[in-house]
């Protein structure tokens, strides 16, 4: 306990503390500027991002704790969609949110603390704990416009279904638990090998551990067949919360499922123990996920509702990458999420502004965006373009590495899928670009985001096409990040 | 004896549970959760874990169950109210249920050949295995760390609940 | 061993069970709790039959009540809203989206 480097907590302690101080903020500017608040918030993430950079790389608490490169890239993914979705959040705080601005802030900053302790952690107890911390304040904040009945009804859902999927993951964690008598996830990975070895077999609980184990992180990423809750939950929900949801949960429970299948349980993805592979599982579930999701987008009318069945779709493709379980694939994973995050947020980001202006979700709202506002259509273009996958934008290199990890772990099939899904989903991403650009309708709305969201959008426009040309140094550090696991 | 006991404790317990389910009123329902939570706390005892048997009566019979029951009795919720079941999602669920159920007694019965395995892992059980003392000694050295991620916890719960909870007067409206 | 594991397994089928079934906000929290509970059988089973060198699982279970309390709380106090808005809580009449 001597020689422990304590500072490597330092970015998480100081986050928390700022939540707590945004609370006491409200409170001392009489809850009356809600963009101090605001700009406060933003300060909080820049600033936690520039300790992360400077304290890292370390083990606290006997490995219960690891800073590694894999959890500072997951770190900046959150920090990253936490100081987004604050950012378009301007306009609603002053407006929708009448009471407890600073705490809908606060809540976002705990849930970011919550994202960035999972990522830490080497063991199913903190593990866990960190995955309630993210989530129970995005049940709040969900049900956040309280006398809107869709939002309380999203909050609700979302409740439910949380705690239901935590329950079937915690039996899961259980039974790993039984079957290893352990919950640090290395000497899991250990022990599991040592009963092999000696006795050939594993007994059939460990496949219901893994099925509940994916079920339950299934249903904290939308994985089909657990996504049933998405839409809904993304519909009701405040749209940054949506935003938030959708790139900075799903991005932790991506973290969890690599430290607890491919860390954990890698030696099971291997051709000497196929009967206990979880590879397939997963891989049939990600073509689910691009099949269903991209279809029912299709028909959707609300753009919150299409960008759900889309970022469904979207973790169908990054789990393409998870199965591969090589360097490769990890390393592609995290690529993906980065490029997600911009992409995604940027889009949500939109919606946003322009459901403050219109009141309106309904893709037909957008006809003849392009003459009123051209910039922010073209920015539209580009989110959708590289949700879509278009060459040069960041989605195809994402794509593009995601399918080579799967062609090079021998998932063939799943690529195909991936490519036929790639190709119809390009089809609903054009429709709303097409209502922008070609609507014979006349244009009525003109929109004007705030400084922030301005400032939001523009930061996911230059990362989309930055790290579309070079996906060089992001690539790089994902390539180092996967190699903390021993493949 | 010991079989006795967890035999009873048991079928209290998995009764409490289904009742608590099939029946309408809510007061009654939260008033068979305890009993059925009571009697696991017999079952904690019985596998020497003291510390969580007398939590779960403190901390969930005591605290989380009455603070149902107050919300039960806030919205003064009556049995009525209930609407009659849907036969085809009924039929589905059940269908769900009795796969799960088998699956997971097969699976069970099969895998209990392998702690037998391990044994040369096992040592025999300290006296005071489970008690007050040894618990809270690891929560405080070796689980420090997950101690305190649940007071952060605890926190965010607390004021998402009041959040949540709270009436709001519209008085910034006027101020407007 | 196998009997109390059995246990934990039928509590948790209940759970489902009564989540799936229950019509009542405040029935499926409590269906919740039930789930909750059974994952605690296991773990304090395993503990004392599995690895008594340790407390690993005693412990787990003391943080799965600790959370189970705080998600209990918060769907509380959601619950108590979604009276506010709906004048009930019943599940079939709180749908304005499909599912």
Redesign the interface.
Known sequence: MTDQNWSILIPEIFL?IWALFI?GLDLGIK?KNPKILGYSAMAGLTITGILLAIFNGGI???G??QSDQLAIFFKVIFIGSAFMAVGSSFDIASEKI???RG?YY??IL?ST??MM?LSSASE???L???M??TT??L??LA??Y??D??S??A???Y??VG??S???L??GL??L???T???DIVTMKINLSL?FL??GKI???L??AMIMVIAGIGFKLALVPFH??A??VY??APTPITAFLSVGSKAAGVVAFARIFVNGLIAFASDVMKPLDWGIIVAILAAAAMILGNITALRQRNIKRMLAYSSIAQIGYVMVGMVAASELGIASVGYYMFIYLFANMGAFTIATIFNDKTGSDGIISYSGLSKTSPIFAAYMSIFLLSLAGIPPLGGFAAKYLVFAAGIQAGYTWLVIVALLTSVVSLYYYANIIKTMYFSAEEPTIKIHPSFPANLVLLISVIGIILFGIFPGPILDWALESAKIFAF | MELAIFYISAIVAAGGALMMILQRNPVASVLYLILSLVALAVLFVQLSALFVGSLLIIVYAGAILVLFLFVIMLLNLRGEKFTSEKPILDKGTKITLVVLFFMELVILIKQMAFPQRMDSLMTQASPDFGGVEPVATLLYTKYLYPFELTSILLLVAIVGAVIMAKRDKNEEEGER | MLQYLALASILFAIGIFGVLTRRNTIGILMSLELMFNAVNINLVTFNKYIGPDNLTGQIFATFVIVVAAAEAVVGLAIVLLLYRNWRGIEVDRINLMKW
């Open positions: 928390f609370f809850r606290l608490f006997k219960m704790f009448r009471h407890h705490e606060g809540l705990f603390v919550g302790f199913l107890i903190t866990y704990i960190g309630e911390l129970i304040p049940y709040v049900a956040f309280k006398d009945k869709l309380v009804e909050g609700l859902k409740l439910i705690a239901f935590s329950a079937i915690l039996y259980s039974l638990y039984g079957l008598g352990t919950t009963v000696s006795y007994g059939p609980g496949i219901l049933m809750w839409p809904d519909q009701g």
